[in-house]
């Protein structure tokens, strides 16, 4: 958490800040844990002095706050060690914190009654009115989810750069006596909330929070603002009413993703309002960001038929695969590291620019249209009733199949979490033999091959995956081995 102060907040809310124990002092209520500050021994309570010998102001008109995330931003951009003072007690403490680079977005609280939310770059403030309007987090998180899309999607800076374009068109028309241009209206903002409404929920989602309810917040939302339910070609919002009906169905499909287990991974082909432009990275390099064209070919495997790629290969595979352009190469290797290039050289540029990357080697996954992986494993990662068993290894006579459901119907696994939703996924994607346990407590262990990762557990993948299991619980049942479900309920039949 950041730190906060009295000098941030206004006067109808000092007295009730003054109960919480904020004083004008700059000061960390909270500590979150694992972040930068807590690994380098801040503790809840500490005042911050000094950042690099230099105090915080205390002129009473700037914000201490946004003064100390300046500094610590040009610091870090500058690769600078950075030093905090804070005071502890009646002791000063010199901290030294190594920053992490994370979402560079800033989040405000706005005092205004009008119920509202607003992205600008990477600047989200949401008001006052707004957050006493939900009824909960994951209202709040629906709201904030809608706004990165917009962060994420870069619409401000595409809406910036053409405001300057207008006015440097204007001051044009002035200096030449000609008429001035009136201002270009934006074709496609109501494309562009949609776009964030659908990329938001699943950002919602995956942070954790609860979206099968998405559109009962625009429903609340139009019952305090009337003025809404109507649109009109003139209009930058989709009506409430339209809102509602499709996050309504977007939300019940995403809900039946998480359901079965998938990975919440959003169809960025969908997206129609990428802004097209340049940006500079923490490093100083520009790049360039295109938006994804729609597919080309059905012919390559799905991206989540691809075996190795993290979400953000995956969703780097969806873009390739929707490139219009010929020649067009796709490079990976078997730790996750993955790179496409277009052109000429596509073919030699994405394996040598993967390769950089890692010292694991690349290989080429896709070349045009064509799959020509001959790396290590298969070319699509395969899953569940389409595997041959390891009968050698899991004999049918020891570990028969149940009638407990198919081995890749999620919906019936016990005690499963949406962690063990995430696991068992992962399992799947695995070749035999393979085994796969789970816990009352919500636990959940898998593993393959046959060599054992620790020394002294058994080579058989179930008879390994149980004594793990034991190791961290009471009650162990194996769940499934290779290609079929052996589970049985407890009480009714032994588990093998």
């Not at 979490?417 to 035999?432: I, V």
Request: glycine fraction near 6%.
């Amino acid at each position: 958490m950041a730190p906060i102060s009295l000098r941030q907040f206004k006067d109808a809310y000092i007295e009730m800040m003054k109960r919480a124990g904020l004083t004008d002092e700059l000061m960390f209520p909270h500590v979150v844990k694992g972040s930068p500050l807590e690994k380098a021994g801040l503790q809840a309570g500490d005042k911050v002095l000094k950042v690099n010998d230099e105090p915080l102001p205390v002129d009473g008109k700037s914000s201490p706050v946004l003064w100390m995330n300046t500094k610590v931003h040009e610091l870090a951009s500058r690769r600078q060690e950075i030093q905090v003072t804070v005071l502890r007690g009646q002791q000063e403490v010199v901290l030294s914190p190594k920053p992490v680079w994370q979402c560079d977005i800033n989040i405000h609280v706005m005092y205004k009654d009008e119920p509202n939310a607003m992205t600008l770059v990477k600047d989200i403030s949401v008001t006052t009115g707004l957050m006493r309007m939900l009824d909960s987090d994951d209202d709040l998180a629906l709201i904030m989810g809608h706004e990165l899309g917009h962060a994420i999607l870069r619409h401000t800076e595409e809406k910036i750069n053409r405001n300057k374009l207008n006015a440097m068109l204007g001051l044009l028309g002035v200096l030449s006596g000609r008429s001035v241009p009136m201002p270009v209206v934006d074709p496609y903002p109501k494309d562009k909330e949609k776009d964030a409404d659908y990329l938001g929920l699943y950002l919602s989602a995956a942070a954790g929070f609860d979206v099968s309810h998405a559109a009962n917040v625009h429903r609340n939302w139009a019952a305090q603002n009337p003025s809404g339910i109507e649109s009109s070609m003139w209009s930058t919002h989709p009506s409430f009413p339209e809102r509602a009906v499709l996050l309504d169905a977007e939300s019940k499909s995403l809900v039946e993703k998480q359901r079965k287990g998938e990975r919440l991974l959003p169809d960025v082909s969908r997206l129609k309002t990428v802004y097209e432009g340049d940006y500079v990275t923490f490093e100083g390099q520009k790049k360039i960001v295109q938006r994804p064209m729609q597919a080309s070919n059905k012919d390559l495997p799905a991206h989540t038929d691809v075996p190795f790629l993290s979400e953000d290969g995956r969703i780097g595979y969806q873009r390739f695969s929707a490139v219009k352009t010929r020649p067009r190469a796709f490079a990976m290797n078997t730790k996750g590291s993955w790179v496409y290039r277009l052109g000429a050289n596509a073919a030699a540029d994405a394996v040598q620019a993967c390769s950089a990357l890692t010292s694991v080697p690349c290989k080429l996954y896709v070349v045009n249209d064509d799959v020509v992986w001959d790396g290590p494993g298969p070319a699509t990662a395969v899953r569940g009733k389409a595997l041959a068993d390891d009968l050698d290894n899991h004999s049918l006579e020891k570990y028969p199949a149940s009638s407990w459901a198919g081995v890749d119907d999620f919906s019936k696994v016990p005690f499963i979490t949406e962690a063990c939703k995430l696991k068992y996924s992962e399992w799947l994607e695995q070749k035999p033999p393979r085994a796969y346990a789970i816990a009352p407590s919500g636990q959940c262990f898998y593993s393959w091959g046959l060599k054992a990762p620790t020394p002294g557990d058994p080579a058989v993948p179930a008879e390994r995956v149980l004594a793990v299991c034991s190791r961290k619980s009471t009650q162990c049942y194996l769940y499934a081995v290779d290609s079929r479900v052996v589970y049985k309920e407890p009480g009714l039949a032994k588990n093998p």
